[in-house]
């Protein structure tokens, strides 16, 4: 990637993030919200990580290459979701999945 | 609430990011090394992680220029990918209504997924303000930071499987949905955002999936709390999500005190919420 290139990348992306990042915060905050608002902003945060959730372990055509590569995250994020519910340790639940993962894709192949 | 950046409010903030530094280490790795396979140097690698400071947006951007999309595709690519942080900022309003604009500012400009869950999180806990949450930021970036140049200088010499690291920021989001309130409405929320995002990939709209997804989950959550009330919605647990859902159906009807003007948008959300 050139240096031309990568200035017309750089700055798009930034403004563009920039004004997803900040302006929403400005629009709404020293207004008093009403209550059904603030009911929808507490469904932010349960939406959000299942749609996160739901983008990293599920594609369209998963298990074309056969059940056991497209299982390999499903079974450690299983592993994870019981080190979580457990543990509620950001920390350990990363390291279980990362592990849980790499021995997997290890004694898979 | 104590004293703004006091040295207890940084030894909390840090301790709070600690999981997430971790894991941008492992993550902020292999993307500086991909950074270096398309040609950016350190420098260019700093400045997009100071200034966009964007995990799945500069992994794409390695991606996508690998795979010969233009510059353009990618910028309105990844753009679309961090529309999704519009929610973060909107959630964050309230709880920044008495806070400095410069604070506000500097807060809202870098949040991340990861940043966004552990200030969250630590906020519904109460006992946390603004400067920590920030500094909870910062400190996360460092750690991409420092990651991506150090992937970047080191470049191909060191092999570490890309799917495997990025699978520890998967796990960071499973933790953080797993300590969701599993509540009805908000069992409602997840399921119809992890249905819309692969909806929407199996429609080949990938950009705009997780905020199409999250939208969708948020909206019906909303229709199910208003149409059940704050009964169905604060204490029905897990298994009784179904029975409340059709419980809340037969309720819509009794609920006198609903003035009719406003049981008639009710009325036309909750259709739109089937339809999905």
Known sequence: ?109 | MGVMFSREHILSAFSAAAPIMLGYVAIGLPCGILSNTIGLNPLQVFLLCALLYSGAGQFMICNMFLAGSSVASITASVSLVNTRQMLYAASFAPTCEKTPRWLAALFAASVTDESYGVNTQHFAEGNWSVDRALMVNLFSQSSWTISNVVGCAVGAAVAIPVNIAAFAMTAIFICLLVTQKFTSANIIAMAVAALGVYVCKAAGLTGPAILIGAVAGVVCAMVFALTVGKRGATTANAPAAVGAAAEGARSADVAAEVPSTEAVPMEDAAGEGERR
């Open chain 1, 1 to 109: 990637m050139s240096w031309d290139q990568f200035w017309v990348v750089l700055v798009g992306c930034v403004l563009a993030m920039w004004a997803c990042r900040v302006i929403p915060l400005f629009l709404l905050k020293g207004k008093a919200l009403p209550e059904n608002l603030e009911r929808a902003l507490g469904f932010i945060p349960p939406a959000a990580f299942a749609a996160l959730v739901a983008n990293d372990l599920l594609n369209p055509g998963m298990f074309d290459a056969g059940i056991w590569p497209a299982a390999i995250p499903l079974v450690a994020a299983i592993a994870c979701a019981l080190v979580a519910a457990k543990t509620k340790s950001l920390l350990w639940t990363a390291v279980a999945g990362v592990g849980v993962y790499a021995a997997l894709a290890f004694f898979a192949v």
